[in-house]
Structures are given as structure tokens and as C-alpha cells.
């Protein structure tokens, strides 16, 4: 859960600071296919190499410190930013994944729900 807290805060992070930058690049079809492939891979049973900015800490003491809420808090946060989004940003691209790119803030909430699945298998 450590790993899903920091991915959420780093998508949540990029996307606020994207959005007080003012820079307004529109999405094109080009990151709606790359969307698409993370998608596919996500559904599929591979395994991928988390990038150093979302690995969990080696830590003992910040991992048993760690709260269970932070992740729900990140979840709450999330859903609040995206609510408040203007209508004029729905086709902006304001967070870049490490490995698709840029994303629009649509297909970044729904990559967090796909990523959250791919992890569901060994959180059982």
C-alpha cells in the first residue's frame, strides 16, 4: 500500500504543479494510443520495474510508522482535484507517467484505478 500512497501523491503532485504552471498542451491522438498500450499493460500479468520515485522506502521505522489512512487520504485528495478541475483542462495533458509520458487527467485517474487492480492480485 506504501507503493500505491506514493504513486497517487506523485500523480496528484505533477498534475497540481502542471496546472499552476499554466501550460496548456492539448492531448492528441498520439497519447490517447500511448494510454491505450499502458492500458494493455497493465491488464496483462507482467510484472514491471517500479521507477526509483515510487519505490517504497528500505526504512524499518518509516514502514512501520506508516498509516494505512495516508493511502485513503491520497485517494480523498485526488478525487477533490479532479472534481475542481475547469472543463478547459479535461483535454490538457497534465501528468506524465514515467513510461507512457503525458496523460490527460482523466486517463491518469483511470491508470491509478487500472495500476490499483494490477496490485490487487498480490495484496490478497
Same mark, same amino acid.
Given at each position: 500500500?506504501?507503493?500505491?500512497?506514493?504513486?497517487?501523491?506523485?500523480? $496528484?503532485? +505533477?498534475?497540481? !504543479?502542471?496546472?499552476?504552471?499554466?501550460?496548456?498542451? @492539448?492531448? &492528441?491522438?498520439?497519447?490517447?494510443?500511448? %494510454?491505450?498500450?499502458?492500458?494493455?499493460?497493465?491488464?496483462?500479468?507482467?510484472?514491471?520495474?517500479?521507477?526509483?520515485?515510487?519505490?517504497?522506502?528500505?526504512?524499518?521505522?518509516?514502514?512501520?510508522?506508516?498509516?494505512?489512512?495516508?493511502? $485513503?487520504? +491520497?485517494?480523498? !485528495?485526488?478525487?477533490?482535484?479532479?472534481?475542481?478541475? @475547469?472543463? &478547459?483542462?479535461?483535454?490538457?495533458?497534465? %501528468?506524465?507517467?514515467?513510461?507512457?509520458?503525458?496523460?490527460?487527467?482523466?486517463?491518469?485517474?483511470?491508470?491509478?484505478?487500472?495500476?490499483?487492480?494490477?496490485?490487487?492480485?498480490?495484496?490478497?
Amino acid at each position: 500500500l506504501i507503493h500505491l500512497e506514493l504513486v497517487q501523491q506523485g500523480c $496528484l503532485s +505533477s498534475m497540481q !504543479e502542471r496546472l499552476k504552471s499554466g501550460i496548456k498542451k @492539448p492531448s &492528441s491522438w498520439k497519447y490517447t494510443r500511448r %494510454f491505450i498500450r499502458l492500458r494493455l499493460a497493465m491488464w496483462s500479468n507482467k510484472k514491471f520495474k517500479a521507477p526509483e520515485i515510487v519505490k517504497p522506502p528500505i526504512d524499518e521505522k518509516l514502514i512501520q510508522n506508516w498509516e494505512p489512512d495516508a493511502w $485513503l487520504k +491520497s485517494l480523498d !485528495e485526488l478525487e477533490q482535484f479532479y472534481r475542481e478541475l @475547469p472543463d &478547459s483542462y479535461s483535454n490538457i495533458l497534465l %501528468f506524465k507517467h514515467p513510461f507512457a509520458g503525458p496523460l490527460k487527467a482523466k486517463h491518469a485517474i483511470i491508470f491509478l484505478i487500472d495500476h490499483l487492480r494490477h496490485h490487487k492480485k498480490g495484496l490478497r
